[in-house]
């Protein structure tokens, strides 16, 4: 019943034979008819009749019959003037059909009749221009496509001869005149142009429906392409962007195709050449990009419809393939303008629920374009640097659903610890997310899966924040989490399980996830029979933390501890001779038991280089530079899921080194965090390096390498860099390996009796006191005391430690200001054991000097006070309030410290010195740096109240310069 392809071709071949070079379709009219017609030619006329009368409710069977009979009425005709008209007739007779009953036969043999006219009327158009009845012919073909294909969705239902060579080749030469011909599209040719640009739709729309399966037939648009990409490269398609905003007739035509057809086939095409066409492309079109960006930008408010179209055809040709990211690296400026898009408010204001409305349409492609472009470092860092969060947060309340998830990923990526923190209700955030993940689990199908896969990514992003995670543990989002791990599957099984696997890196989380041995049991089955490499990595990584980790960490204790012990209980045996109570000389023999040093321990390896994937080029270089020093060095090269964590920890053990090669992608990568924490475990000599320019470690990462130095390979030359981490390692070499401090301790034992001398006991021996005498003499001042804490200097910070006699504190706090001391403080307080380790650690590695505990805690004590110092000068002012007047005036005082002090309702609790630190001035959201006033009092207390409380101040204003002092304002 159905043809092949090339079923219809004899046909065509002897018609064409018959009629040499002469178009097959020229001068045809729908009402040229023989005189004397054949009978086949009344067989056509008397379906076509049939046709019309039950054109909405012809049944697919009648049809299916109707068109069998057809096709075999015209394959028996040889005369042109039989065979044209007949073909007209039924084709127009098809258009009259309304129902779903045409599509339903879209593969039937005699549409393969319509390839041949429609092939050589293309080719006839590119010679000369086509009279009215080829354009007639050429138009009705195109609308019969059009209704045979509508609402299929199936590729598998496509005619397969729209797809044959010669029509595609036709259309390619064809795609390339328009390409060189500046005018190709004119008033005079306007309804076969908007025909053309039908057909050419329909390429789109196959090509679109194609992505959606899972085919390996990518390439069959493939002789398409380049043609596309040719007149996206042309000089038509910049004029005619360029011109949106001017007054200058554009025809509808020229815009349609070049701005918005053309993009959409590049877009929807997924062959085999993508990267190659892409980066071709980009590689010369983005500098004219970023002209066209230039101009248009600062006119946003005046955008045109047609303007806002263009520009989001043009975000989604550069968003389209992998290779993209790397070319927009070295042109950052492109980022910036789409950064701009997303702080315009005739943009943010008009988001709607669908994506129907242009402005949704618009910064969904903008967001979708972030999101996927924060995978490469660069961008990822240059976008972090922009502080961009509140502005991705207020797309977060949009209604349509598919751009508030991409804002979610691009926050889970961008946001700061800082950030965290300076978020009104962070929890929030989470809320949402899991909120919205808790749905689509509960309503779980084939087309919220990808949906569910992304909120996982946010979710995962999202626990490398502290906060965050003491958040999920606080909800009931941890066990939500633990359920989900028996109903997924895998890609979306791994996401959960990375997420966990990060989750277990807090001390509580893995508590929780120990308490769970069915989980556990779990995990270690996937580990041991999964053959997908990502869910293995997940999974490992999770037994790793949870069961092997502990077992690997007591092991290297006990080795430590056995190396100590075996120094300590080593017993030299000394022979002294003394003067006896008789008056004679006596050998006394002596058994010390004293510290041994042990031999220097042999590494298998020099350095351990711990690196993310993502960071792997200047990675390569450095490990290259390393080995022509000499040095033995252990690299996973390929870390593409890296090795079995088990190797990981050998690996650790066996190195003398561990580089770590600190960036966003280092940081939020969980394998990465668990290599280094464990080389932090085990005591391993840590050197930091900044591997992209502009990071700033934070949260575990800062947490982990405190004041450690460290070599930034974004600030200097390659080779500067190198030989700064030379310097570091010869450095650190020079100092002992933590690990082996020992104790000295003493056990005598005479040979004869106990002689009787006053011996004098050997003490342990105390590790030396090596601080500079910078540290341990100090003239110090106390202008610290006038001063709010965020305003110390360097040398403040000094003062006030020399002043509270915590010397073995200062060498670690030597390039700290106010602020960089709270935060200290707010470690201290956060993990007082942790930071008292890392303290002591330090100050053994820098100075050979042992951080006593007691100045620790004097420290935090010493915090503390500074902390009730300042809560005192704030709650003077609320102990003064009263509600007399509602309507009292601002009363501005000068002083050093820049303090806000807001009077509220007699409710309000009082300021603890925690609370100070945390929020100073008092209303940390008002304040304003810039203010020209220091202290700013508001109050709805009498004038006398505010005036006394004003003078209590007065202690923390008198050393104020008299010539800067200001007015008193009542």
């Known amino acids: 019943m159905y043809s092949t392809p090339y079923a219809h071709q004899q046909f065509y071949s002897t018609y064409n034979n018959q009629q040499g070079s002469q178009p097959m379709f020229n001068n045809l009219n729908i009402h040229n008819t023989s005189s004397s017609p054949s009978p086949s030619s009344k067989l056509i006329v008397q379906h076509c009749n049939t046709i019309r009368q039950k054109a909405k409710v012809i049944t697919k069977d009648e049809l299916e019959r109707i068109l069998d009979e057809s096709y075999r009425e015209l ?72 209704n045979l294909l509508k609402n299929i969705f199936d590729t598998n239902r496509y005619p397969t001869w729209l797809f044959d060579t010669p029509l595609l080749t036709t259309i390619a030469n064809f795609l390339v005149k328009i390409a060189k011909l500046k005018n190709f599209f004119n008033k005079k040719n306007h309804r076969e142009s908007k025909a053309f640009l039908h057909l050419f739709s329909i390429y789109i729309d196959y090509q679109t429906d194609l992505n959606e399966e899972k085919t390996f037939n990518k390439d069959i648009l493939d002789k398409l392409i380049d043609p596309v990409t040719q007149c996206l490269r042309s000089n038509h398609y910049i004029d005619i962007f360029s011109q949106l905003q001017t007054k200058k007739e554009i025809l509808k035509m020229q815009k349609r195709f070049f701005l918005s057809k053309c993009p959409s086939f590049l877009v929807s095409y997924n062959g085999s050449r993508l990267e190659q066409i892409t980066e071709s492309l980009l590689s010369t079109m983005l500098p004219q990009y970023l002209t066209l960006f230039n101009e248009l930008i600062p006119l946003i408010h005046q955008w045109k419809r047609s303007t806002m179209r263009a520009i989001n055809h043009l975000i989604k040709i550069v968003k389209h393939g992998s290779i993209n990211t790397t070319i927009l690296a070295d042109h950052l400026s492109f980022i910036d303008h789409i950064l ?74 961008t946001t700061t610890e800082a950030d965290i923190k300076e978020m009104h209700n962070p929890d929030a955030l989470l809320s949402t997310v899991t909120e919205s993940l808790k749905n689509l689990v509960a309503n779980q199908n084939s087309d919220n899966l990808q949906q569910t896969g992304q909120l996982l ?39 959960l399980l990375e997420t966990l696997w990060s989750l277990s890196f807090s001390q509580k989380g893995a508590l929780e996830l120990r308490e769970h041995p069915e989980f556990l049991e779990e995990i270690q089955t996937i580990s041991k029979n999964t053959k997908d490499e990502a869910l293995k990595k997940a999974s490992d990584g999770l037994v790793w933390k949870l069961v092997q980790e502990p077992a690997f960490l007591e092991k290297v204790a006990k080795n430590q501890e056995a190396e100590n012990q075996e120094a300590e209980d080593t017993l030299v045996e000394t022979k002294e001779v003394i003067i006896g109570a008789d008056g004679k000389e006596q050998t006394v023999t002596k058994m010390v038991r004293k510290s041994i ?16 994937h993502a960071d792997s080029e200047l990675i390569h270089k450095i490990h290259q530079f390393l080995l022509d020093q000499g040095f033995k060095i252990w690299i996973d090269l390929n870390n593409m899921f890296g090795p079995a964590m088990s190797a990981m920890a050998e690996a650790v053990e066996n190195c003398e080194f561990v580089i770590m090669c600190m960036s966003d992608s280092y940081k939020q990568s969980t394998y990465c965090q668990a290599e280094a924490e464990y080389a932090f475990g085990c005591k391993r000599r840590l050197l930091p390096l900044i591997v992209r320019p502009g990071y700033k470690p934070d949260g575990w990462l800062g947490f982990m390498i405190g004041s450690r130095i460290y070599v930034d390979f974004g600030r200097y030359d390659f080779d500067t860099a190198c030989g700064k981490l030379m310097n570091e390692i010869g450095l650190q070499r020079k100092r002992p390996l933590p690990s082996k401090v020992g104790v000295v301790s003493q056990h005598e034992k005479p040979d004869g009796p106990a002689p009787v001398v006053k011996a004098e006991i050997e003490k342990p021996l105390a590790i030396p006191d090596k601080l500079p005498e910078v540290y341990t003499s100090r003239k110090a001042t106390f202008y610290y005391n006038q001063k709010h804490i965020y305003r110390w200097t360097e040398s403040d910070v000094l003062d006030f430690l020399y002043n509270n006699k915590l010397n073995e504190v200062m060498p670690m706090c030597e390039k700290m200001d106010g602020r960089a001391l709270i935060q200290l403080y707010k470690m201290c307080v956060a993990h007082p054991s942790g930071t008292y380790n890392i303290l002591n650690e330090e100050l053994k590695l820098t100075h050979n000097v042992k951080l006593p505990i007691g100045s620790y805690t004097r420290l935090l004590s010493a915090m503390e006070r500074v902390g009730e110092r300042h809560a005192e000068v704030v709650s003077s002012i609320v102990k003064a309030r009263n509600l007399r007047s509602a309507s009292r005036p601002r009363i501005t005082l000068p002083s050093q410290p820049p303090i806000i002090v807001s009077s509220s309702p007699s409710s309000s609790p009082p300021i603890s010195p925690q609370q100070s630190f945390h929020s100073p001035p008092a209303v940390l959201h008002t304040r304003d740096l810039h203010s020209p006033y220091d202290i700013v009092i508001n109050s709805n207390a009498s004038t006398s109240d505010v005036i006394k409380a004003a003078q209590r101040l007065a202690p923390h204003v008198k050393s104020i310069n008299p010539s800067q002092r200001r007015t008193l304002y009542i």
Not at 353 to 370: G, P, R, Y
Not at 465 to 482: R, V
């Open 457 to 495: 990514e946010i979710l995962k992003g999202l626990t490398q924040h502290d906060q965050i995670k003491e958040e999920i543990l606080k909800q009931d989002t941890f066990s939500f989490l633990l359920e989900c791990t028996k109903k997924f599957t895998g890609n979306v099984l791994t996401l």
């Open 75 to 146: 394959k028996t005709l040889t005369v042109p003037s039989q065979i044209n008209p007949n073909l007209k007739r039924i084709i127009i007779a098809l258009l009259s059909i309304k129902s779903s009953t045409l599509p339903s036969l879209s593969l039937h043999k005699f549409f393969t009749l319509l390839q041949a006219p429609l092939t050589q009327i293309i080719r006839q158009w590119q010679r000369i221009s086509l009279d009215q009845n080829d354009v007639f012919m050429f138009t009705s073909i195109i609308k019969l496509l059009r």
């Open 597 to 612: 040093t042990p031999p220097e321990q042999i590494f298998q390896y020099d350095i351990m280089i711990s690196y993310c």
């Open 340 to 413: 701009t898009l997303v702080d315009t408010p005739i943009l943010y204001n008009k988001l709607t629920v669908t994506s129907s409305k242009l402005e949704t349409d618009l910064m969904h492609t903008i967001i979708n374009f972030l999101a996927n472009m924060i995978n490469e470092p660069t961008i990822l860092a240059y976008i972090k640097q922009k502080k961009m969060t509140a502005s991705f947060l207020r797309l977060t309340s949009a209604q349509y659903q598919p751009l508030v998830y991409d804002a979610y990923t691009i926050l889970a990526h």
